[in-house]
């Protein structure tokens, strides 16, 4: 394990190796065994405990998963590894289009280590970037200050914040550049990205990068033995295991606002959306399923299969119903327990 007297200028020569491996890797394995380091490295600096730090967190917009479960998703390494390069090029295009201004991120849903943002911490100075940081878990703020001045990052941080950031009203008027929030798991379900966006968004000028910048929701049909061949690399070249029925939500800071303005005025956040199923398809491909397309950032995206964010959502499966149904019919819910309710008709 490195300690804080092997380091050079605050960071740690093994941690500088680290994130150059993860913003520059593309190849699975390289970047696992980056991931699973980093992870033992930054867990060791934060006293991150697993017994200790599992709880989560019921708000009324969603669970907030416990620390050491956040610090889990860094093992989640194309997910890490696209999020980091996302933000990390978005930095340097904010710094292209604002020369000479500090670069100002909001970071909400750090988790214990802020993951998403060590590799521009490491990269840019604080003359350059200045990161706040918010946390619902107070011990996630703990961990990371430790984490941080470990590192020698510190000096990047504007603020530490334990709120909801579902709730949280901004109180710097400084100028956000980018805003970043991870607080999904696949199909918008149980954690409260989409009240996050719904919060934020609105409070953030319209020139504010959201990062992910889309969320894409879109309704498929599956054919799990086909799935099963694509797995093991059997699916003929050209085919696939499933047929998309259509868009179901687009989450981006401009549908945030709307869905806020929709809810201020006591209408669902989402208007039902309603798609045909086609009968032939429905018998080949006779799973209904959620499929999660994640627009990090410019062609930084996460596609169905790269990350556990975008796995398919198997909602019903055809032929343990009485019919066959022809229409189905998706709202969104919030609330504890956010996602999707589906009717087939
Ligand atoms: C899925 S983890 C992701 C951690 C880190 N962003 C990453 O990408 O590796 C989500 C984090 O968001 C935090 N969180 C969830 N809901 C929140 C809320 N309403 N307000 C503030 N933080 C929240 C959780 O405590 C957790 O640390």
């Known amino acids: 394990m490195t300690r804080r007297g092997e380091q050079t200028g605050g ?4 941690q500088i190796q680290l994130i150059n491996t993860l913003l520059e890797e593309e190849a699975p394995l390289p970047l696992k065994q980056a991931t699973d380091q980093l992870f033992t490295l930054l867990a060791a600096y934060a006293g991150l405990e697993e017994p200790v730090h599992r709880d989560n967190l019921k708000l009324p917009t969603g669970t907030a998963i416990g620390p050491y479960w956040a610090a889990m998703c860094l093992k989640d390494f194309l997910r890490t ?11 340097s295009d904010a710094r292209k289009k604002n020369p000479g201004e500090q670069i100002h991120i909001l970071y909400a849903g750090t988790g214990p280590f802020a993951t998403l943002v060590l590799p521009i911490m490491a990269r840019f100075s ?3 970037i200045a990161v706040t940081l918010l946390d619902v878990h107070a011990a996630n703020l703990v961990m990371l200050e430790k984490v941080l001045d470990a590192l020698g990052f510190q000096d990047r941080v504007k603020a530490f914040i334990q709120a909801d950031a579902a709730t949280y009203q901004l109180t710097d008027s400084s100028k956000v550049h980018i ?4 607080t999904m798991q696949h199909a918008l379900e149980r954690e409260p990205q989409a009240a996050i966006s719904l919060n934020l968004a609105p409070q953030l000028a319209a020139d504010t990068v959201w990062i992910p910048q889309n969320i894409r929701i879109k309704a498929a049909l599956m054919n799990m033995q086909k ?13 696939t295991s499933y047929r998309i029925l259509g868009r179901v939500l687009d989450l981006n800071a401009h549908t945030a606002r709307e869905m806020a303005v929709r809810i201020a005025e006591n209408h669902p956040a ?11 398809q429905a018998k080949t491909f006779p799973w209904l ?6 627009q990090i950032y410019g062609s930084y995206a996460l596609h169905a299969w790269d990350s556990a964010l975008c796995a398919p959502r198997l909602l019903a499966h055809f032929p343990d119903l009485p019919s066959l149904p022809q229409q189905v019919n998706f709202t969104y819910r919030m609330g504890v327990t956010p996602g999707f309710d589906f009717s087939l008709h």
Not at 11 to 14: I, K, Q, V
Not at 227 to 239: A, H, K
């Open 289 to 294: 399923a959620l499929f999660t397309h994640i």
């Open 227 to 239: 799935d099963r061949d694509r797995q093991f690399g059997l699916l003929p070249e050209g085919e």
């Open 11 to 14: 960071h740690s020569a093994r």
């Open 126 to 128: 604080a003359k350059e």
């Open 270 to 280: 989402l208007e039902e959306c309603r798609l045909d199923i086609p009968a032939e």
């Open 81 to 91: 590894q696209r999020f980091m390069s996302g933000i990390y090029r978005a930095v």
């Open 179 to 182: 805003a970043i929030a991870e």
